[in-house]
């Protein structure tokens, strides 16, 4: 079945701990991305990635760090989590740029930072 | 950057109303796609839009891109409660990703 996996689903934290959140795509997707949902704000994206070692920064990067070392995978770093950071974060993948290929979710993870 | 108003925040109707959503931008778009959110799920793709003034339908739902393709809109005849949900657009930007509009929340009262 094809799909984005992340993990994990929920996670309650604490300031400065740091974290990664992880993304798996089984579909050969050479586009990856990871967005944060806020209540009012919608959908935001943080950084993307257009294929191995592509990364670059979306709307709101600051205090997130990824990398593309596979293809199929794209992890989403927190260094240092600070409670503005609690949101809800999907991954979505796309066959190529989004421009002509739909985006894929993940089912997304809720993370908290007390 | 790509900046689009996506209208009404909220909208909450009767089961078998009607419903629509507007996305707005002040620039030229290439494409404008459309995603829908169940309550605690995650987006979904329903279609993409891509030349002036088309016009697409899926069942009970209608999608319209402007001459201008400055527009569009998703329309939503005769509400069913599997309905509800967030609908988002979504547009290119200069930068090879999509940005997202802040979504219209709907509600349908049985």
């Known amino acids: 079945e094809a799909q984005v996996t992340q993990n994990p689903r929920y996670l309650i934290t604490v300031t400065g701990k740091k974290l990664t959140v992880t993304c798996s795509q089984n579909m050969n997707h050479e586009y990856m991305s990871w967005y944060r949902q806020d209540p009012g704000l919608g959908l935001r994206q943080i950084y993307y990635s257009m294929n191995v070692e592509v990364t670059d920064k979306g709307d709101v990067p600051e205090g997130y760090k990824v990398s593309r070392k596979e293809k199929r995978n794209f992890p989403l770093i927190l260094e240092s989590p600070s409670p503005n950071q609690t949101s809800l974060y999907f991954c979505a993948s796309s066959r190529t740029y989004p421009v002509s290929g739909e985006l894929f979710f993940g089912e997304g993870s809720r993370l908290t930072v007390l | ?110």
Request: charged share 15%; net charge positive; proline share 4%.
């Open chain 2, 1 to 110: 950057g790509q900046q689009v108003m996506q209208i009404p925040q909220y909208q909450h109707v009767q089961e078998g109303e009607d419903f629509t959503t507007y996305c707005n931008s002040s620039t030229t778009l290439s494409n404008i796609q459309w995603y829908k959110q169940r309550p605690g799920g995650h987006p979904v793709f329903l279609i993409q839009l891509v030349k002036s003034g088309e016009v697409k339908k899926q069942k009970r739902l209608t999608f319209q891109f402007g001459e201008a393709k400055k527009n569009s809109s998703l329309h939503i005849t005769a509400t069913q409660t599997t309905d509800v949900g967030t609908y988002f657009c979504a547009v290119e930007t200069g930068a090879n990703n999509l940005f997202f509009g802040t979504g219209t929340r709907l509600t349908v009262i049985p």
